[in-house]
């Protein structure tokens, strides 16, 4: 786990969706501690972002 990350990120409390796929965007790009939520990806996948790959391929 990617602490300094996490320290320097926390997620908003009660954080919108969009600030959730921000956060997850950012997260899979740092630290792959937990893997995006269902609701993330289908945000993802609706705006025609291609999810990050989620901890080791
Ligand atoms: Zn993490």
Redesign the pocket.
């Known amino acids: ?2 602490k300094e990350w ?1 320290e320097a990120h926390p997620m908003p409390p009660n954080a919108t969706l969009d600030q959730r796929v921000s956060w997850h965007i950012e ?1 899979a790009k740092a ?1 792959a ?2 893997s995006i939520p269902d609701s993330v990806l289908r945000e993802l996948e609706r705006r025609g972002i291609a999810a990050p790959s989620r901890g080791k391929v």
């Open positions: 786990m990617n996490h997260h630290c501690c937990r």
